[in-house]
């Protein structure tokens, strides 16, 4: 049975409009101007390929610096929040509906996502989503960001729903990823993000969706 549905954000159910990807070019040229303009383009391509990931644990691997990833990772969490109260956020078509149907049929929804905290509740409040999600995590509670299950384990444990109670959906490899590294009942990727149909399946999606949109027809039509 299952009893809870747990979605990413950025690509999934928040539409990102490359303010991502923006924000990281912005956290780049501020931080490491120098290496900024001589790896831009190799920078942008990890920072696409890596979306879904923790954002802390990107710029360490990009950076090579854990003091300069840090400063790195604020800088990025400060353009985003600029961006998203400058030019607003919208959810991904239909992300609200599907939410609300999902409620009304008794099931949990959980957000997780590797921004920081303080990004999250801007987005939650954004959206006006607070009140209608059950629980929602960050790397910096869970432990440690996408691939890893942790954030997954995190909210799962909050709700007293174990693995096999829950569905997974996601926009990114590392969703997928770390769906199956938690042992989750059904690992959906969408269309909506960065990776394609191929890409998501071979990280072990079981379903690809056009969208979130898609997903109430495919659990209450199709079981």
Do not use: C
Not at 77 to 88: F, H, K, M, N, T
Not at 104 to 126: V, Y
Not at 136 to 162: H, Q, T, Y
């Amino acid at each position: 049975m299952i009893r809870l549905i747990a979605f990413d954000v950025a690509g999934t159910t928040v539409s990102d409009g490359g303010l991502v990807l923006r924000a990281f070019e912005r956290a780049f040229s501020e931080v490491v101007p120098n290496r900024w303009a001589a790896e831009s383009e190799q920078f942008r391509q990890y920072a696409i390929a890596t979306m879904g990931q923790s954002k802390i644990e990107v710029f360490s691997s990009m950076l090579g610096d854990a003091d300069v990833a840090a400063e790195a990772n604020v800088a990025f969490e400060s353009a985003y929040l600029s961006l998203v109260r400058a030019e607003g956020i919208s959810e991904i078509q239909g992300a609200s509906d599907v939410f609300v149907e999902l409620k009304s049929r008794g099931l949990k929804i959980a957000l997780t996502t590797g921004f920081s905290r303080a990004t999250l509740d801007a987005i939650l409040e954004s959206l006006e989503w607070t009140e209608i999600i059950d629980a929602s995590a960050v790397p910096s509670e869970a432990g440690a960001g996408r691939p890893n299950p942790a954030m997954l384990d995190f909210v799962s444990r909050k709700l007293s729903i174990n693995p096999d109670e829950v569905i997974v959906l996601g926009d990114t490899q590392s969703d997928m990823q770390a769906a199956v590294r938690f042992g989750a009942a059904e690992v959906i990727g969408v269309l909506t993000g960065t990776h394609s149909t191929s890409e998501l399946i071979e990280a072990g999606a079981n379903t690809v969706l056009e969208s979130v949109r898609k997903l109430p027809n495919h659990l209450f039509n199709q079981r």
